[in-house]
């Protein structure tokens, strides 16, 4: 019973993390990518 619940939690705790997840992926690329840019401008 305590291992089916758990699971549970876990599947509903998943989809925020994968946001999480992918929000720290885009804002590393983007700040990547601008300091990329702004090394060029120089």
Same mark, same amino acid.
């Given at each position: ?6 699971? /549970?939690? @876990? @599947?509903?705790? +998943?989809? +925020?993390?994968?946001? /999480? +997840? =992918?929000? &720290?992926?885009?804002?590393? /690329?983007? &700040?990547?990518?601008? =300091? ?7």
């Amino acid at each position: 019973m305590a291992d089916k619940k758990s699971k /549970v939690q @876990e @599947e509903q705790e +998943y989809p +925020y993390w994968n946001r /999480v +997840y =992918l929000a &720290v992926v885009i804002w590393t /690329v983007i &700040v990547i990518v601008s =300091l990329w840019m702004f090394s060029r401008a120089f």
